[in-house]
């Protein structure tokens, strides 16, 4: 993953100065738009009735130029705006479709009091030629990182000023403050100090934030609030962290690293909600200040051990907006050099951020390296329904190109409703339980790339073998599963167990639980409401259920009494009210990432088959689609990868047919086929086969299919 920021100098000011590089890179490690809240079950059982899709929650609550962002990152540096020189750049994001700006300045480094005051003028008068021009802006600050240019030279240094105030690692032997470049955003005399968001620095921090919510600005861009990215790892044991950690959860602090030692669990699950709490705080300081202002808290830990190692999880910040910084596999090549396997799971990553933010937008990176591999991200990104922030790997305020960008933005904006504001019509939803992460997979890092690579040929690869989650217990099963599911067109939606309730899983006939060793009786009690109702469960794992929340094991598993006499090697399915659960009592999916085999394949793809769950293409081409629907049309997307997997691979187009569940009966206005190097749709035939609209078509890198009907 990376965490990396450079402030190109984009938009020009009078002694224009760049800024930080700033933060990337460590471990390999919905009708409804802005809103994966998907479709009722009724609405899309085969055939699909389309008649009674409704939303579970409203989006129009949320600001239309959240709902519908196209961002782009400019940095305005300096001690004054240019009004010319900036109103060139402008024109430079109107020309490219952009429609909020992301606004980088030096609020990275320390700055005095006084150095302050003159960068919220110039803040202030920027803000004012964006609104002129009809551009909404957010600012970029870093939450927990504080920057001192020179500062191995300056005895005022942010972290020799306040030494108690950074985070201590687990160990408690390494401060959060370090020196020169040890990351690439940090020049050589420069220090960079990592602050306890537990200290009077929270104080320091928020009278800020409370001045930059005065100057006009549409929204403050919070950056990764997290714990020991570069050092003082498994942070924070200051004696700031250690006191709360004693009054909040009545435990004495941790003294070794075990997820077996009930303290050191408590105290993984608890550095999640100190952050929140601290963001929490953050947004309300500046709601008191604009109350039409928001808070977008930039994530790094997605669906992978990084929210584990460094603390954020991004579905615990439900009072923010979010922007997920989604890595590619490489700091040099993006996905340039991606597997088919690690293509598909970044698009159920993408999937995940959509299913995280649940009834708020969503936006994420979409990092290129060649126009070809960024646009498939970028189709990825939206084909999840996340908003993109286009920009060249490895560093903000940077494009893969301005002709480019200006393809892809114009092209979303043409179909900005239909994308954005559309309903899933996906009827598998898998459960993705952020709690079994941390349990199962806490003493490791990684989760993320599959495909390890050699390192002489991409030095700034993320992924070893080690880190794969083949090698990972609840990431290896819940990643297995998600590509089981796109690998074979079966369209689905992903959201953490922490998000969904009964009504939310009363809208898909199937449900997925990867490997949740660690489940609670009220989240069992809520997913057998959605079987006894009709759905099917399908449940994964060689000791689900065994564990309770607090990290004690059970006697039995919450699912003995259904499982019965089940063996490893046999699936298995018991009837519970109106609906079943079915057992494997193995790691399906990572087994599926192992061997791709159809001893695994197919028990899945028959259960699924069973509920009228099919693949929405007529042959496996690797090719991922995903329906919604908006107003009269069904939308459908489709991402091409059968040319992927090496950086001198050029994208070829694939000839496929869609095959839709179809209400027998219901009119088709027209079928109209979109990709963005085209000037205009074109039309598609179709023909009606076994309550199925048989849709053929020739997809490039990526196709946005709409059908209209009566």
Known sequence: MAIKKEVAATAHCVHLRSRRNFLKQIAATSLAANIPLTQIRDAFASPVKLSGVE???SVSRHPNWIREARIYGLSVSGLKVDPIALGRDINSVIEQAGNVIEADSRLSDYLSDEEFGVELELITDAVKLFHKRGLKVVWYI??????TPNGRLREDSFARQHPDWLQLSFDRKRRGVFYGQRVFWVKPDDESAWMCPNSPYEDWYIDRLRKIADTGIDGIWIDVPLFGLVVASWGCACHFCREKFALQTGLDFPDRFDVSDKRFWRFVRWRHQTLKEFMDSCREAILGINPQIVSIAEVVGLDHLGATEWGTE???????????????ISETTAMANGSYDDWIAQYSS???????????????FTYGFNEADAQLVMAAAVAAQNNPYEIRVPKMTTTVGMEYRSMMYNWIAQHSKQIFLSRSLAQVAVIYSERNRDFLDAMYNGGMVISPFKKFRDRRWLGTREKSPINLEYLGDYRG????LYQHQIPSDIYPMSRVNKDLLAQYPVLILPYMAMLDQAEQAMLLVAVRNGATLIVSGPEPGYWDTDGSRRATSLWGSFLGDADEDTPVSRSVGKGRVCFWPKEVGRDYLKTHSAEITMPVLSWLKQDGVVPWVRKNNNVVVQPYVYENEIIIHVLNYTWVGALKNKPRSVALELMIPWERGRGVEHVIQSEPQWDKPRILTYSEENQKLVVPLECGINSLVRIKFF
């Open 55 to 57: 939303l579970r929650g």
């Open 142 to 147: 870093p939450a927990l990182e504080v920057i």
């Open 314 to 328: 991004g579905s615990n910040l439900s009072n923010h907006y979010i922007v997920w910084e989604q890595d590619g």
């Open 350 to 364: 993408y999937k995940y951020c959509r299913g995280a933010t649940l009834d708020k937008p969503s936006w994420a």
């Open 481 to 484: 599963l998600s590509l089981l």
